[in-house]
């Protein structure tokens, strides 16, 4: 007697279709349909729900190429045709300038451009700030340039942003992004950012509103969308960009996950209701004197490393920069020869702006 | 002769510091009862000889309080025979005895005859603290004399039949209770089984570890408040605090890291938990331990012989430790961060007077309310979604089909509870197999907890203050 053939399972949802895949989140075995479904309706719930947008409102979606950005994008166009958001949205885009990985990123970007009918706009770090990635990392050498291009790129997507005169900036940080946030700034101590990281609309004091609005989608589930919608995303890490320390939690993320499901969304409500103590004094946002960003310092980070890097020393902007700070104010003002070149180079940006 | 003057240098710093972090708290009133929980290890153990040092006649600026000793014996959970269970009591005993302090030696099966005020914060309001520090200081130096003419009164006449009560207020009854465990037909007995069966229902380590947490817990107050202690203190270490941390943020246990943690913890009212051993390093304590001969009992735990990742607990241990020695400054980081919490909730504002209801088992402010845009509410959405009923041609319109929607949905069996939980207990009984299992004063609290809620909605247009 042959062994009868194995019963398909089923849609746990609508119970008609074969069962395509296993809800990470739920455990529930859900068909293609119902799946794209549910992850919709839950991304639409959070927009509704936390009120990220509003009407007439210009979205700047951050786009990589990765995953993340290409799911947000997808599905922003799509709710936005369904819902009536009534926002205009764009696709922008940071260019690091590293040869051979951030022109197949922006490759596979421009795809999705073409797929998604979204205009796309490109900044670049060497239009703003005069430096490729590439370059410096041959300054820099491999450790520390990390911390460049993290400053750098925040920045230049809040300059990118204004340039194309969008209300808000749509991240693709997702739930297992901001659980690994939450774990870093509590092993580093970081009280302000720790305070912060678990928002889901951020910003607003001197620099354009960001929000995220696949904040409470897992990683795992943006994977499957991405696959099971056939949406074309590219997935190589920065060849640069072996962080030790985020390795160890990205790890330990992965370990929880495995031991308890529900630990990325345990995290995150841990990080919602983590509440600070008043007499803690956190560090007072204002703007930097040469750029006019938003900055808790004298002098905004950018300022600061782009400084040293223009002086040639650029590790006197990694750690403590109090000393290089204090130096920079006094030094400028009798320098006439720096004002001079800071006009130059300001005008020279401004001849070439972007044009969209 | 340096390693000489080391060693008393370290000492005095040693006893100093716990001194210090007493004094400049100044929780603790002269004559004041606190109990100490003893686990044989060795944090508890060092604080256990903290508190003899610090009640020494001889000791400059000596602790003026009135110090009692519990010990649970939880070998019924981990697996531990009776003969096993009686040498590590009988170890035990010698150990609290030869403190002279008094003594609770009580088991885990005991939890099963807790009376539901445990768990009800509201009956447990903190006692008024005397007027003043000096009046408690002379009542403290009364009681002191007093208790001197007594021991006097003693001396003279001892006899069989005092020494016999005595040891009974000092706990020796616990062989017979020993006893009883194994004894057919006896409540303790059938305690046993209950707790075995309650934790064999229990799915996961984590789930485990958080259940037993929370029954000691209930079991500790319970002891103090019987006993007149109106303070418990607790062995955590700097590391274990940090470990703690970590642990407590990944179980959805945000809103009451600054309580689980805290030199402090007020949730219980009238008793107040203490950790003074907090800023003592783990390693400081190991070292401190070796060099003056300060005994310690290893008792296996639930966790004992499982890997780094049986449990969550485990986890964020091994990872925090292996990080430690990579990066020297992480477990004082996490403390620090730890430190800068707040043990208040951020809706609960002074002004409002609503106050927030508590979880059943642990007592802390419900972190449930379901604030728009939040991860809770999200998970919520999930579930709901995955709890849509199949078409009516579906599935089982075969009838014969195995598996599908045969299954309850997940969560139903215990979701008669989740409306009195935080966050992080619901996670702990989503994981229980079944919920009847937990001990009956807990399902008693939950009804009495729901009778007075029902009660509280048919007459609330009549209430002008919110007593909760």
């Not at chain 1, 960001?210 to 409470?216: I, M, S, T």
């Not at chain 2, 603790?28 to 003893?38: D, H, M, N, S």
């Not at chain 2, 430190?339 to 106050?355: I, N, R, Y």
């Not at chain 2, 939980?421 to 197999?433: A, D, M, N, Q, W």
Request: charged share 25%.
């Amino acid at each position: 007697m042959p062994p009868p053939p194995a019963v398909p399972v089923l849609c746990g949802s609508c119970g008609a279709q074969r069962a395509a895949l296993r809800r990470p989140k739920t455990g529930q075995a859900l068909c293609r349909s119902c799946f794209a479904a549910a992850f919709e309706a839950e991304v639409h719930d959070t927009i509704v729900s936390a009120r990220l947008f509003q009407p007439g409102e210009t979205v700047a979606i951050g786009a990589s190429g990765g995953k993340d950005s290409t799911v947000l994008a997808h599905v922003l166009r799509l709710l936005n045709q369904r819902h009536g958001y009534g926002l205009r949205l764009l696709l922008l885009s940071v260019d690091e300038g590293i040869a051979g990985y951030r022109d197949d990123s922006l490759a596979a970007v421009q795809r999705n451009r073409g797929r998604l009918g979204l205009p796309l706009h490109v900044v670049s770090y060497r239009e703003l700030y005069g430096w490729s990635m590439d370059r410096i990392v041959q300054h820099t050498g491999a450790r520390n340039n990390c911390t460049f291009c993290g400053v750098f790129r925040r920045q230049a997507l809040d300059r990118g942003a204004v340039l194309l005169g969008a209300d808000k900036i749509a991240t693709g940080h997702n739930a297992d992004d901001v659980a690994e946030t939450i774990l870093m700034n509590f092993l580093r101590g970081d009280v302000g950012r720790l305070q912060r990281c678990a928002e889901i609309l951020t910003g607003g004091e001197g620099t354009l509103p960001r929000c995220k609005p696949l904040k409470h989608a897992y990683e795992k589930e943006i994977v499957l969308y991405a696959y099971f919608q056939g949406l074309d995303y590219f997935s190589t890490e920065c060849v640069y960009a072996p962080n030790a320390y985020r390795g160890h939690v990205r790890a330990l993320l992965k370990d929880l996950e495995a031991i308890r499901p529900s630990s990325v969304a345990d995290l995150v409500h841990s990080g919602e209701r983590l509440a600070i103590r008043k007499d803690v004094r956190l560090p007072v946002q204002g703007t930097c004197q040469r750029c006019g960003y938003f900055s808790s310092q004298p002098l905004c980070k950018a300022c600061v490393l782009l400084e040293g890097l223009n002086r040639g020393l650029p590790k006197l902007a990694i750690g403590k920069t109090n000393r290089l700070q204090k130096a920079l104010l006094e030094g400028e003002k009798p320098e006439a020869g720096l004002e001079t070149e800071e006009n130059s180079r300001k005008a020279s940006w401004i001849g070439r702006t972007i044009d969209f | 002769m340096w390693a000489f003057l080391y060693r008393d240098c370290f000492k005095d710093y040693f006893v100093h510091k716990f001194r210090a972090m007493l004094g400049k708290n100044r929780c603790i009133y002269p004559g004041e009862k606190v109990l100490l929980a003893f686990s044989g290890g060795l944090a508890s153990s060092s604080m256990l000889r903290q508190v003899q040092e610090g009640l020494n006649r001889e000791a400059a600026k000596k602790l003026r309080f009135r110090p009692g000793i519990i010990y649970i014996d939880e070998g019924a959970v981990c697996g531990r025979s009776l003969d096993e269970r009686e040498n590590t009591c009988r170890q035990v005993e010698a150990i609290l005895r030869a403190t002279g302090f008094p003594y609770h030696l009580v088991f885990l099966e005991e939890a099963f005859d807790l009376p539901t005020s445990v768990l009800n914060s509201l009956s447990h309001s903190a006692a008024g603290q005397p007027p003043s520090y000096k009046e408690a200081v002379a009542d403290f130096t009364r009681w002191q004399q007093q208790q001197q003419r007594e021991k006097k009164r003693d001396d003279v006449a001892t006899s069989l039949e005092d020494r016999l009560a005595e040891c009974s207020v000092q706990g020796c009854c616990w062989q017979g209770r020993l006893a009883a465990l194994d004894e057919a037909g006896s409540s303790l007995a059938s305690h046993t089984q209950d707790l075995s069966r309650l934790f064999a229902g229990v799915k996961s380590l984590t789930a485990k570890e958080e259940l037993l947490q929370t029954l000691r817990t209930h079991l500790v107050l319970h002891v103090a408040r019987r006993n007149g202690y109106t303070k418990v203190m607790v062995g955590d270490s700097c590391t274990r605090v940090s470990i703690k941390l970590l642990t407590n943020l990944s179980l959805g246990r945000g809103a009451f890291l600054a309580m689980d943690t805290g030199f402090f913890d007020s949730r219980y009212g009238d008793v107040l938990i203490l950790r003074p051993m907090r800023e003592y390093p783990a390693k400081e304590i190991a070292f401190y331990n070796y060099l003056f001969g300060v005994p310690t009992i290893f008792t296996p735990g639930l966790d004992t012989k499982a890997s780094d990742r049986a449990s969550i607990h485990l986890l964020i241990e091994s990872f925090l430790c292996k990080l430690q020695l990579e990066f020297p400054s992480t477990v004082s980081t996490v403390y620090r961060t730890g430190e800068k919490l707040s043990a208040v909730p951020p809706e609960a504002q002074p002004d409002v007077p609503t106050a927030l209801a508590s979880c059943l088992l642990c007592l802390c402010p419900l972190d449930t309310n379901v604030e728009d845009g939040s991860s809770l509410q999200a998970t919520l959405l999930s579930e709901k979604l995955s709890q849509r009923p199949p078409a009516a041609e579906g599935c089982c319109g075969g009838g014969t089909q195995a598996g599908c929607c045969r299954e309850p949905p997940a969560g139903r069996e215990t979701s008669h509870l989740d409306p009195l939980l935080c966050y992080g207990c619901r996670l702990t009984v989503k994981e229980l197999s079944c919920v009847e299992s937990l001990p009956p004063y807990i399902h008693q609290e939950a009804e009495r907890q729901r009778c007075r809620a029902a009660m509280k909605q048919e007459i609330q247009e009549f209430l002008l203050d919110d007593d909760a």
